[in-house]
């Protein structure tokens, strides 16, 4: 069996390659958009790309299954209640993948969304028992998503989901269950766990912040209050990701020709300032925005903008577009 | 905390940087040779690396431990029972090397080595459980390291004490322990686990092909029978660890003068053609010896050549030097 887990800086997605070297086959789970990775990774390890796997229809990132499925024309699967319309097979409770002497298995854990399902991974060779549990945004570190990423108005209905998600379903695997989750916990050595990417489920149990939450009616005041702000293009995401994202391909990045910048700021562009902060303070163009230059820039756009802005970017040098990008 | 695992191709070693984001601070642990990696990451998360820590005296590679600390003024730890001449601190039964709020502790493990220990990793912002144990080469993934890796006259009291240290040391620890092993095991999904490189206490107790050997004897023939040969540096590196390997620095390799290469194969060197076999099979200089290119050829020639033999490689172009170093 094969287990990789990628990191993206910046959004602190977490993505997996499962795949299996005695059949050459391989899924992807929760891919982002940059997809050479994966498909390097396959290549190297001469695995057969056969299916793209996402538990929930992602807030804060563009998934990559449709560039994916685009290059190596493996399968979409994709959560039943996620309602997605793009061409996939969706997935309920209990169904199975099989991807050679490996099986990922459907466990609906509802409550980050609704559709929210955590895949369990099989070493059938090892025997009956899970190796891992990838829990989307479900379960992470020392913590757990929030439940207002799809629908805030059904905050506290979501909430008691969570709470039966993490506390009935997840808690219920074998102690020694390794978690991966979607999504890696920033932060310093306090709680939520620093950053390490990855758990155990009895690890968890007896030592995360969440799980000594046992109150239901605490644990759900826990994690409706004090939620930090929704950026506004999560709701834009959330549904490019149902839809299924065009195909972008390999972009390669030109600078904007001043012509064409003057053109775009005649016609309400937003002007954003990357330098540094010295820099700016010494001169910066009128009405320009400063969001310092940094992996989590897009973040940050995603507070100060309306999702449908057209932005200009203000760099200091053309390589720094693979940051800002 | 922080706890990134790296892995060299070829040998298959697996090291560890454990750290704490919130001191900046970090320890490296069975570090192999090429240290940049590490200096780059503790850059990145600007972390000084303090300790550089082997769990026993290596066989099948050089330990970066002095390189490392040549570098960043590290401290060097290594197990007592290794009698290293190299300036260190020795480590015993239950010390503890603080890294922030990250804690290591000495758990001898003896049987693959004599000296052989493994590393409790804590994170005292968690709780009172140990997050993970770095077992070095005592226990694998679905495995076991060979007992008879620096004394194989030893063979069979070594493998008692591996069996003692398997199923009453780290049996021991909660089913949730993450396991971190010092070594990958390559090969295919059957058993070993494939390439996985992590797993847990509770999955090794309950899958492992090791774990069902239950009876001391049953154990002792399995792991002293079939054993794959020992390559002929083994001793030399064991050496090498022991007194502490010179430092190299950075090296850039150069082509070898002609005129050189003859002066060393005039004097006993032995010619080793790396190139692709088809190309050998056409036409090769008398004498030398085909081991093609791959992330295998320095094991493959310390099968073939004694420990002190002087080699001259001949490469199909210089970028290839990399892959044979």
Redesign the interface.
């Known amino acids: 069996?094969?287990?990789r887990q990628f990191y993206i800086d910046g959004p602190g997605c977490l993505s997996y390659l499962v795949g299996?070297?005695?059949?050459g086959l391989a899924m992807v789970v929760d891919p982002d958009r940059h997809v050479d990775k994966y498909l390097e990774l396959a290549e190297k390890l001469d695995l057969e790309i056969i299916g793209v796997v996402d538990t929930h229809l992602h807030t804060d990132h563009v998934s990559g299954n449709t560039e994916l499925a685009d290059v190596t024309g493996a399968e979409i699967f994709l959560p039943e209640a996620a309602e997605a319309t793009l061409e996939h097979s969706p997935l309920a409770a209990g169904d199975v993948l099989e991807i050679?002497?490996?099986r990922l298995t459907v466990l609906p854990t509802p409550g980050h969304t609704p559709e929210s399902i955590s895949l369990l991974v099989w070493?059938v060779?090892?025997?009956e028992?899970p190796?891992a549990v990838l829990t989307g945004d479900t379960l992470r570190v020392?913590d757990v998503g929030r439940p207002d990423a799809s629908q805030p108005a059904e905050l506290e209905g979501l909430a008691r989901q969570l709470y039966h998600s993490v506390f009935h379903t997840l808690a219920e695997l074998?102690?020694?269950?390794?978690v991966y989750p979607g999504h890696a916990t920033g932060?310093?050595?306090?709680?939520g766990?620093?950053?390490?990417r990855?758990?155990?489920?009895?690890?968890e149990?007896?030592?995360?912040p969440i799980f000594s939450l046992r109150d239901e009616a605490a644990f759900v005041e826990f994690v409706t209050t004090q939620l930090p702000e929704r950026p506004a293009n999560h709701d834009r995401l959330r549904e490019l990701n149902r839809r299924g994202a065009p195909i972008v391909g390999v972009v390669e990045p030109e600078p904007l020709p001043l012509q064409d910048a003057v053109h775009y700021l005649a016609r309400g562009a937003a002007l954003v300032d990357t330098r540094p902060k010295a820099a700016f303070k010494e001169k910066h163009p009128h009405g320009a925005v400063h969001l310092e230059l940094g992996p989590t820039i897009s973040k940050r756009a995603g507070y100060v903008f309306y999702p449908e802005e057209t932005i200009v970017l203000l760099l200091d040098s053309p390589e720094d577009y693979e940051t800002a990008f």
Chains 1, 2 share one sequence.
């Open positions: 069996m094969i287990l299996c070297e005695h059949h050679g002497n490996v070493d060779t090892r025997g028992e190796f020392g074998p102690d020694s269950t390794i932060g310093s050595c306090g709680k766990g620093g950053s390490v990855l758990s155990t489920i009895g690890y149990k007896r030592t995360s």
